[in-house]
């Protein structure tokens, strides 16, 4: 009933192009990653064990995901949209390196809004006098790069009147970003709806051969933009999700792909020989993706988890706790992490955590533009974010891009915390 603008910086922010360069050279590296540990049913099994006999979200995540798999996908066609997330780290010698945050595998958002960031700071340069420097700015456009993967996924299912279902949360205040994503697919023919889960758990059906159907319509391609929080779910959308899992709609992303872009999954990949198995053949892969890697931590039971603890115990502000959660402000940081860690370190709670080196990028000066809030000039630190889509069709792959990148900004004062949760801001990135 309110509509405010999205929060954005007066000014661009300085990337170091090389870092910039970096993180889309290793997107599509990224992507088939994702898609292989999707695949690999034993893998997911022994990362996941022991986070799911204390984590009761991702245990049920996982249960779908088992439950899915002993009837048999009827799904064929995969499309995966992802974002993987960087901070510049600054070494003692000051030199900035890229450091992965985490990679989102479900509703990577701000992709739509984003497209647009950069005719913004564009127009303030210009009204600066610096066209120079508005022309500098890269033009972005990830809204209709993650449009064509959902096309793709569409003209792959095979069903010209089948329409793609956006799952979207009872209160969605996001609501524009996922329009412009929209309104690609309107322009090429394609029809969208929006349900919640409830209308799913009311009015979706599957026929015999698992085709999914909402109020009559046949869906090709279910795409998520809730489903990653506990809040998001009751027992009636546990139950909706299951249906749309069985379905043989392309969902984006699969409930492996989720299980994939858990923080106990990226944990694991950090362990020396885990890329290399899960991608074997691709040497040069696994060192572009090795190198973004800052140091992570299992707290699993044990000699080595209890060294781990003791490690951060005595030295918390080297570290993030990070429990298995999306959506920004879960993490721990400090005193906070202490104390907590201290409390469980002997219990088996500790393993719905994983312990990360924290990323100490170099502060710049901005101005946060929030609307009803004063202006004033903040010490900002930045995060990079690149797109990543891909279709899969049985086992080929079919489309594997980077489909654009978003920088948000917040204030040094916050430790945690995106834009949806009130804290960073949308930027566009100055390339130095
Ligand atoms: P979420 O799934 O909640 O988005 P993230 O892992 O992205 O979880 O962490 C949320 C935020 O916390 C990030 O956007 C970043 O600002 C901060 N953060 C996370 N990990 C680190 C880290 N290792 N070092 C510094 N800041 C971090
Ligand atoms: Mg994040």
Partial sequence: QVVNYAPFTLLPSAVPSALFEQAYAVQQDFNLLVDSISQNKEFLERTLASTIKVDDFTARLFRIYMQVLEEGLAQSVFLGINRSDYMFDCGVDGTPALKQIEINTIAASFGGLTSRTAAVHGRVLKVLGKPKEAS??????????????????????????????????????????????ENELWDRNIQVIRRRFSDVFEKGSLDDARRLYMDGQEVAVVYYREGYMPKNYNQQNWEARLLLERSRAVKCPDIATQLAGTKKVQQELSRPGTLEELLSGHTEAVTRIRATFAGLYSLDMGKEGDKIAAMAIADPDRFVLKPQREGGGNNLYGEELRQVLEKIRDSPERTSYILMDKIKPQPALNYLLRAHSPLQVSECISELGIFGVYVRQGKEMVMNTAAGHLLRTKAIEHADGGVAAGVAVLDTPYLV
């Fill in 136 to 181: 500098h700015l890269l033009p972005n456009n990830p809204s209709k790069g993650l449009a064509l993967g959902i096309v793709k996924a569409w003209e792959l299912y095979g069903s010209q009147s089948a329409v793609v279902m956006f799952v979207v949360e009872e209160v969605q205040r996001n609501i524009f970003d996922q329009r412009c994503i």
